[in-house]
């Protein structure tokens, strides 16, 4: 999946749905000039994602909790 998304050093990202790892990843292959921003929509997730995210040194990685709403049709 990364290698498929043609990552660029410096680029900036959004990551939907985030456990930590894959914005790790990411933010490994962007270098220190680029930027990750990871949201979910699970608070305990998100969290979870932060706290390994900073033990980890991924400064650059922003995190979010969103809140999204399905209707029906």
Not at 29 to 51: F, Q, S, Y
Request: aromatic fraction near 2%; charged fraction near 20%; hydrophobic fraction near 45%.
């Amino acid at each position: 999946m990364l290698h498929a998304a043609h990552l660029q050093l410096g680029a900036r990202v959004l990551e939907v749905g985030s456990g930590g790892y894959n914005a790790a990843l990411i933010a490994d292959i962007l270098g220190p000039g680029g930027t990750v921003a990871t949201v979910d929509i699970d608070a305990a997730v998100i969290d979870r994602a932060r706290t390994t995210l900073d033990r980890a040194g991924h400064r650059q990685v922003t995190s979010r909790m969103v809140y999204a709403v399905m209707r029906r049709r």
